[in-house]
């Protein structure tokens, strides 16, 4: 199946700061999703990019298609504690139906 | 709307048997996905579905299986358990095939 490297694998931050992880893949992606699964959940879609370039937002959260539709970010301003979860990458290849899962990066914040 | 809803949530099982876990899909989604997940392997596309026949396959053996109703609700299969198979199941819908998933809140199956 198709590789999703997602970094950081996992991130400590303080209350306040200003997250940044990214997804990359060996293969052009039509469509990058990203989602947040908090313990004992299941994932929650967060946002979802259909063109190279895009970027979204949803409140705090950016998300970015790269625009060699290789690769995905996702930002996230001013962390508080209930943004603590595991953040998951996903994307559809050209002409395919099945989302590829990355391995998630957990992130840990601070008070 | 009511979201993607799994029945069992937990599920103890012993090697050897069989079990049948549950989808109900958000109302209007027509496509259901499976997926597995385990802490090793992050999440496993297992099979979709999409009226009622099966679209995509992951590779898995096939102890696992899964069909969908007239009213896209969905069940997954796992025969001949393995410890290995111990793993939260995650159901998705979406209201076509290849739009974006939402998932329900998993079935863990512990195999012992």
């Known amino acids: 199946g198709q590789q999703l490297n997602q970094s950081p694998q996992s991130m400590f931050i303080q209350e306040g700061e200003d997250v940044s992880m990214n997804c990359t893949s060996s293969s052009i992606f039509n469509t990058w999703l990203w989602y947040k699964q908090d313990p004992g959940e299941g994932p929650v879609l967060l946002i979802a990019?259909?063109?190279?370039?895009e970027l979204t937002s949803n409140g705090r959260l950016t998300a970015q298609f790269g625009i060699t539709r290789k690769d995905s970010f996702l930002n996230i301003s001013a962390s508080i504690p209930s943004d603590v979860g595991i953040y998951f990458c996903?994307?559809?290849?050209?002409?395919?139906?099945?989302?590829?899962f990355g391995t998630g990066t957990s992130l840990t914040v601070i008070p | 709307k009511a979201g993607v809803t799994q029945t069992p949530r937990y599920l103890i099982k012993t090697r050897g048997q069989q079990v049948t876990l549950s989808c109900s899909p958000i109302s209007g989604h027509r496509s259901v996905s499976w997926y597995q997940q385990t802490p090793g392997q992050g999440l496993q596309f297992l099979f979709e579905?999409?009226?009622?026949?099966?679209?995509n396959k992951g590779n898995f053996p096939g102890r696992f299986s899964g069909r969908q109703f007239s009213n896209s609700r969905s069940e997954m299969n796992v025969s001949t358990l393995e410890l290995g198979d111990s793993a939260l199941y995650l159901c998705?819908?979406?209201?076509?095939?290849?739009?974006?998933?939402?998932f329900g809140n998993g079935t863990r199956l512990t195999v012992t």
């Open positions: 579905y999409f009226s009622e026949t099966q679209r």
């Open positions: 990019l259909y063109k190279a370039g």
């Open positions: 996903a994307g559809q290849i050209m002409n395919g139906n099945q989302f590829y």
């Open positions: 998705a819908s979406s209201p076509s095939s290849g739009s974006p998933l939402h």
